[in-house]
């Protein structure tokens, strides 16, 4: 039976994925800009850039999420209330 090879050579091995990479999902929590309440997304992150239209899941009032991704980490992260 072989060795398991060690993380170091995992590391290098998701390198290498990064070109054909799938999904990244990754959870990412902010505070309300109405309720101040901590809200947690799922952020695909293999989407470069996005914004949309969340609902706040204490207050309900909706919050426009704005982020930008970069080899699967978020750069730019932005929590808007929106005017009703
Ligand atoms: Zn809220």
Not at 30 to 35: G, I
Not at 44 to 63: F, G
Not at 64 to 80: P, T
Request: proline share 2%; hydrophobic share 35%; net charge negative.
């Amino acid at each position: 039976m072989e060795e398991v090879e060690t993380m170091e050579t995992l590391e290098e091995f998701s390198e290498d994925a990064l070109d054909h990479r799938v999904d990244i999902a990754e959870e990412y929590e902010f505070d309300c800009p109405h309720c101040w309440e901590k809200n947690s997304i799922i952020l695909d992150l293999s989407v470069e850039a996005q914004s949309y239209i969340e609902d706040c899941t204490i207050c309900c009032n909706p919050i426009e999420i704005s982020y930008r991704a970069e080899d699967g980490l978020v750069i730019e992260f932005d929590a808007k209330s929106i005017e009703q």
